[in-house]
């Protein structure tokens, strides 16, 4: 074989055995690239099954926490407090940012008579929910309870300010004010109501007090009667009302109002009984001004020396 066929065999041994070592590089880099995409897709699948088991986890632990509040919400409609309370902590246990679970813990607390705790379980449960209007308005009762009255008075402020339209709320500001001796601000909070609730006895009746401690008769008079022709047989109401009738002077009127609170019979009335007496007195019928004086000492121990010491006044001047 001659120099230039020994050329010829090795060129064309060259050229059939390049594209063979290109091949095999070629098929190796694929392999390489379909592994590290196997490895890829597998730490995708990875993570998202790990996260599926972590919703998965979320989802018992939200609905036991749920689970939990409903059993204390159930204690506490039958008034067994600390169950409600272990139920309201363990709730809390698998999730420490329940809004819910921390204001039926405070209510619970509040029954137990722990108050600060109590306290400091509302005020946790507005943190986490910051429009919260129920656990301000409780921690404003709460506070009015404990006659911090400044601080009931911010509770309640936040209460109305997150929803201003819960009469509730509103009444619980007018009632405060009234403990401050706001009588002016107490009245616009009681309108408030009125305006949310036209049936709100309570209101009117409050306004009424409010009127007469700023010595404005005729509004606590109108306030009273509009009080009545929403609740017409509270008794309380009719005893307030003569109550003030005997003091303005119009005692028949107080007559009428204490013998129709009397009338009601829903408790021992020896208040009513006495002012019955007194209107009788002033009318000038001494024999029934004893009777309902003698039925206000027997009624309520807490009449009996007024109403024995104006008896005994009769008595005098009957001599």
């Not at 039958?78 to 309370?85: F, M, S, V």
């Not at 902590?89 to 819910?100: A, H, I, R």
């Not at 601080?151 to 509730?168: G, H, M, P």
């Not at 020396?305 to 009769?314: F, G, L, P, R, V």
């Given at each position: ?15 059939l055995l ?61 008034n067994q ?169 119009k005692h ?68």
């Amino acid at each position: 074989m001659n120099f230039l066929t020994k050329l010829v065999t090795f060129v064309l041994v060259i050229f059939l055995l390049v594209p063979l070592v290109v091949s095999s590089v070629n098929a190796q880099d694929d392999y390489q690239k379909q592994l590290e995409e196997y490895e890829k897709q597998k730490q995708l699948i990875e993570e998202e099954n790990k996260k599926k088991l972590q919703e998965v986890e979320a989802a018992k632990q939200e609905n036991a926490a749920k689970q939990l509040i409903n059993q204390g919400n159930t204690f506490l409609k039958k008034n067994q407090w600390q169950e409600a309370l272990d139920a309201y902590e363990k709730s809390l246990s698998y999730d420490p940012n329940q809004p819910k679970a921390f204001y039926g813990k405070g209510y619970a607390l509040k029954k137990l008579n722990r108050y600060n705790d109590a306290v400091v379980a509302y005020q946790k449960a507005t943190q986490l929910d910051p429009l919260y209007s129920e656990a301000y308005l409780s921690m404003a009762m709460l506070y009015r309870q404990l006659k911090q009255y400044d601080y009931a008075l911010t509770a309640c402020l936040a209460a109305v300010q997150t929803d201003s339209t819960s009469y509730k709320a509103l009444y619980e500001l007018g009632t405060i004010y009234t403990q401050k001796g706001d009588n002016e601000k107490a009245v616009e909070a009681y309108q408030q109501v009125i305006n949310i609730k036209p049936d709100h006895y309570l209101s009117y009746n409050a306004m009424g007090l409010a009127y007469e401690d700023m010595s404005q008769t005729d509004k606590a008079v109108e306030a009273y009667k509009k009080s009545l022709e929403v609740k017409p047989d509270r008794d309380l109401t009719h005893y307030r009302l003569a109550a003030l009738y005997n003091k303005i002077g119009k005692h028949d009127l107080a007559l009428q109002s204490a013998l129709a609170s009397l009338q009601e019979k829903a408790r021992k009335n020896g208040q009513a009984a006495f002012e019955a007496g007194l209107a009788y007195e002033k009318l000038g019928q001494y024999d029934n001004a004893i009777k309902y004086y003698q039925m206000a000492g027997s009624e309520d121990r807490r009449w009996k020396k007024s109403a024995d010491y104006q008896i005994e006044m009769i008595n005098k001047r009957l001599k």
